[in-house]
């Protein structure tokens, strides 16, 4: 699953899962990943490193709370939007 944010009038894609949730049944043939688009993050992000690394940290808790069956209002509540 490709899912990414809207910026202004263009998509900007920051990560990409794969896998099962958690909470999914069955037999899972390969481990879920995360994998964050490192230079999409960097382009929103801005040139400032502290910038940089909290929209990685919160791309990746967002991430990490769906899988463990979070939906949007719970990451909202958490401030993982």
């Known amino acids: 699953m490709l899912v990414c944010k809207r910026m202004e009038v263009r998509w ?3 990560f990409l899962f794969t896998g099962a949730e ?3 049944e069955g037999e899972v043939v390969m481990p879920s990943q995360i994998i ?3 230079e999409n993050i ?3 992000a801005g040139n400032g490193e502290n910038a940089f690394r909290e929209e990685i ?3 990746f808790l967002h991430e990490l ?3 463990f069956g979070l939906d949007e209002a719970d990451l909202a509540a958490r ?3």
């Open 12 to 14: 900007i894609c920051f």
């Open 22 to 24: 958690m909470m999914e």
């Open 36 to 38: 964050l688009i490192l």
């Open 42 to 44: 960097l382009n929103v």
């Open 57 to 59: 940290r919160v791309t």
């Open 65 to 67: 709370g769906h899988y």
């Open 79 to 81: 401030s993982l939007e």
